[in-house]
Each structure stands twice: as C-alpha cells, then as structure tokens.
T-cell receptor, first 113, second 115 residues
Framework: DAKTTQPPSMDCAEGRAANLPCNHS???????VYWYRQIHSQGPQYIIH???NNETNEMASLIITEDRKSSTLILPHATLRDTAVYYC??????????????FGTGTRLTVIP | NAGVTQTPKFQVLKTGQSMTLQCAQD?????MSWYRQDPGMGLRLIHY???????DQGEVPNGYNVSRSTTEDFPLRLLSAAPSQTSVYFC??????????????FGAGSRLTVL
C-alpha cells in the first residue's frame, strides 16, 4: 500500500509562497494524491487532489513529478490563517477497499508575521 | 445545507459504559466513514460504509460497531468504553466520482473522554 513521507514541520513568512513537499515513491498508477489540512482541532478540510497532471484551484496548486513519486503543494501567498497541519494522502491499502484515505502525521506549517 | 453534523461535541464516559456518536449528512453522499485522532497523531479509519446497509472495517475497528440504515445517518457505537478510546472522533462523507477520486467532507468532531 502506498504511504507518504512529509517533513514534520515548516515555517513560511506571511505573503510568501509556501511549498510543502511529499514523497510517495510506492504510489501505483491509478492512485490519486490528495491534500487536506487541519486547523487546530477542527475537522480536516479538503484542498486539492491530482493523478498525473498539475492541478490548481482557488486554494492551492499541486505539482506532481513526472514519475509520480513525489508532489508539492503550493500556497501562493500564505496568510496567518494558513497555519495548520497539512496532510498528503494516497489511497489506503486495497484490503480495506472503497478508496479509503490514509492520514499520516502531516506537516505542521506555521506562517510567521 | 448543513454538511456533516456530529453530536455530541463533547462526552465524558466511565469505563464500561456504552454510548453512540451520531453522524448525519444532508448531501446525499453514498460513502461515509469514521476516524479517530489521538494526540499528535494523524487520523485512523475505524469503519466505513459505501451505501445504506453496507459497512466494513477500517484500520482500528475493535470496540466499535456501526450500522447504516439510511443514506443520511452513520452512527458509531461504543459497546463498553475503555480509557484507550479517549480520542477525538471525526465523521466524513463523500460521493463516488466517475474518476474514482474520493473527496471527503468532514464533520467538526466529537471529543470523547473515558475515565
């Protein structure tokens, strides 16, 4: 089953771009990469997902390497409200089926004024 | 449109007591799931359901039961609470996309303490 590796913590200056890396070297060809974030103890919030191509929405951009072994989430202009734990996720082991999502420990992003 | 609603938000139980965490969604989502989150850790999948009448186990199902009699509701039952079940519980739902992607909407969480 595909797992992800993320740095435990990162800092970013307010107004600058935040680039959050994720390694998923064992990802299979039909597995999506998802990014969620969790602010304080709130429920996780969906940010973006992708399969092979780079993706962009109103919250962020997702850059996936050509070999799909790693990806980067980009928050173009970080604000203090972006301080959160960011989870990079691929599908849980097939034995549990239904495209369940496996949440690791994520990256704690702190945006500094 | 309320999204995913969890009740109660906070609950304190004594060891051996039973209780039910409620989860309801108004988005007509087929898929629903329960996760638990312990301090400093990510979320771990307890049980999930792909439709009314269909449930299955996740990573950490022991000590919990679920049922899905309607599309909207997915209650999580603790049969005999133990201190190890002290955690924050999150319910999530989604609809099945033709692409196969699973984009979850989460509830606000239920914080459970077992003494």
């Amino acid at each position: 089953d595909a797992k992800t590796t993320q740095p435990p913590s990162m800092d970013c200056a307010e107004g600058r771009a935040a680039n959050l890396p994720c390694n998923h070297s064992t990802i299979s060809g039909n597995e999506y990469v998802y990014w969620y974030r969790q602010i304080h103890s709130q429920g996780p919030q969906y940010i973006i997902h992708g399969l092979k191509n780079n993706e962009t929405n109103e919250m962020a951009s997702l850059i996936i390497t050509e070999d799909r072994k790693s990806s980067t989430l980009i928050l173009p202009h970080a604000t203090l409200r972006d301080t959160a734990v960011y989870y990079c996720i691929v599908r849980l082991s097939p034995r549990t089926g239904a495209n369940n999502l496996f949440f690791g420990t994520g990256t704690r992003l702190t945006v500094i004024p | 449109n309320a999204g995913v609603t969890q009740t109660p938000k906070f609950q304190v139980l004594k060891t051996g007591q039973s209780m039910t965490l409620q989860c309801a969604q108004d988005m007509n989502h087929e898929y629903m799931s329960w996760y638990r989150q312990d301090p400093g850790m990510g979320l771990r999948l307890i049980h999930y359901s792909v439709g009314a009448g269909i449930t299955d186990q996740g990573e950490v199902p022991n000590g919990y039961n679920v049922s899905r009699s309607t599309t909207e509701d997915f209650p999580l039952r603790l049969l005999s609470a133990a201190p190890s079940q002290t955690s924050v519980y999150f319910c999530a739902s989604s609809y099945f996309r033709p692409s196969g992607a699973n984009v979850l909407t989460f509830g606000a969480g239920s914080r459970l303490t077992v003494l």
